[in-house]
């Protein structure tokens, strides 16, 4: 398996504008997470899916911020309008939902918003 | 609630030396633990994880940790530091129900 894929790798936009990540997680795996990662706050832990299904958004920070998952295969964080405090990196990963089992993380996006 | 915290956000050793990173956890059921390592540019990938099995648990790269229920820690160790494990290594607990929590992270920096 190729693994987790996002894209883009790297984003630069201008304060207002949409963002939209995109994250394709390892087949077969139920549950898929998006992380944010910055030097101010570490890792933060956005939102999580559930087959699909959003189980946990608490960790958004804004309404600016949201996520789908359209289908098992594929996924998409959305910021609208994007803000200069956005610019981190995000990380989709996915998970089989075994319990124990580790996150498997994609190579991350990062964002910058001047 | 479940938490994370590593102590020191940076950590330097001469190369041959001990690798002694410090993770302690808090929550209210028996927790799964990993340690994962991310190289500059790169997402995170697994070191080694704890699931309730052996309290001593080996991972990649000679890295090892050791689960002390008494003291709430999983340290991780390596007993001889090599210049390629330069990077950052994040402490996580999970408790069963999928949301993995991290910790601030630990830089380690290797000297030649």
């Known amino acids: 398996d190729a693994g987790v894929i996002q894209s883009p790798r790297h984003e630069v936009t201008e304060m207002g504008q949409e963002v939209t990540l995109r994250c394709k997680p390892i087949?077969?795996?139920?549950?898929l997470f998006w992380y944010r990662q910055t030097m101010m706050r570490g890792l933060e832990l956005l939102i999580y899916?559930?087959?699909?299904?959003?189980?946990?958004d608490s960790g958004m920070p804004e309404d600016r911020f949201s996520a789908k998952m359209p289908n098992a295969s594929f996924s998409t964080l959305k910021i609208q309008p994007s803000e200069p405090r956005d610019s981190a990196v995000y990380f989709c990963?996915?998970?089989?939902?075994?319990?124990?089992?580790?996150?498997?993380f994609g190579q991350g996006t990062r964002l910058t918003v001047v | 609630a479940q938490s994370v915290t590593q102590l020191g956000s940076h950590v330097s050793v001469s190369e041959g030396a001990l690798v002694l990173l410090r993770c302690n956890y808090s929550s209210s059921v028996p927790p799964y633990l990993f340690w994962y390592v991310q190289y500059p540019n790169q997402g995170l990938q697994l070191l080694l994880k704890?699931?309730?099995?052996?309290?001593l648990v080996k991972g990649i790269n000679g890295f090892e940790a050791e689960f002390k229920k008494s003291e709430t820690s999983f340290h991780l160790t390596k007993p001889s530091a090599h210049m390629s494990d330069a990077a950052e290594y994040f402490c996580a607990v999970n408790t069963g129900g999928f949301k993995t929590i991290f910790g601030a992270g630990t830089r380690l920096f290797v000297k030649a």
């Open positions: 899916f559930n087959n699909n299904v959003p189980i946990d």
């Open positions: 087949s077969g795996h139920d549950y």
């Open positions: 990963a996915s998970s089989p939902g075994v319990r124990g089992t580790e996150a498997f």
């Open positions: 704890y699931t309730s099995a052996a309290t």
